[in-house]
């Protein structure tokens, strides 16, 4: 089973400002691709599937590079209740989850 | 709106004993999951589920683990002698047909002792 890498930060940003996340690949097989995000000792939720031709829901837009193996997401106008561990992740059945980034919103 | 469920929140089993965790997909979902994740690591997959048998494991899924369908609203992760490092959050989760968006529910706290 391949790997999925992710800056695990923590990412400490002021509230309003705009951050983004990338993580790579290493499985070319994989074909569906999605962002998470984790509170602390929850489970995964949905945040939003990517695709090759991009996709925006609100503040927020996920990107997918198959070329490059490499996925991002962007967050704009962040909230404090953005505050959490965003999981990329990837798989043709089950999905390989990266350790996930670490975001900090601040007041 | 439809959500997975888990019983128990919270299992405590000696090392050794054998344990059953529960979850109920969301009712029109027809592929099923077992994930872990060990306390400050990453959500790692186990098992995957459709159509009344296993279609992909991982490494981790051993013979010590199993899964089933009893009905036809329960998918249970049954674990045959617990280990100490089986301790986990163990998550459940599904996904419906044509849709590869996964579902998770709430997990079960497993402790070993």
């Known amino acids: 089973r391949k790997e999925v890498e992710q800056d695990p930060g923590p990412f400490n940003v002021p509230e309003g400002a705009t951050v983004a996340f990338n993580c790579t690949y290493s499985n070319s097989a994989s074909q569906s691709f999605f962002w998470y995000r984790q509170d602390c000792r929850k489970e995964p939720k949905l945040l939003m599937s990517?695709?090759?031709s991009g996709n925006e829901d609100g503040r927020f837009t996920a990107q997918l590079n198959r070329a490059s193996q490499y996925i991002s997401l962007l967050i704009r106008d962040s909230k404090l209740s953005d505050s959490a561990t965003y999981l990329c992740t990837g798989g043709a059945d089950g999905l390989t989850f990266g350790k996930g980034t670490h975001l900090i919103i601040q007041p | 709106e439809p959500e997975v469920t888990q019983t128990p929140s919270h299992q405590v089993t000696q090392m050794g004993q054998e344990v059953i965790l529960r979850c109920v997909p969301i009712s029109n979902h027809l592929y099923f999951y077992w994930y872990r994740q060990i306390l400050g690591q990453k959500v790692e997959f186990l098992v995957s589920?459709?159509?009344?048998?296993?279609?992909?494991k991982s490494e981790i899924f051993d013979d010590q683990f199993s899964v089933e369908r009893p009905d036809g609203s329960n998918f249970t992760l049954k674990i045959r002698s617990t280990k100490l490092e089986d301790s986990a959050m163990y998550f459940c989760a599904s996904n419906g047909q044509g849709n590869y968006e996964q579902y998770f529910g709430p997990g079960t706290r497993l402790t070993v002792t």
């Open positions: 589920f459709y159509n009344n048998e296993i279609s992909e």
């Open positions: 990517v695709y090759s």
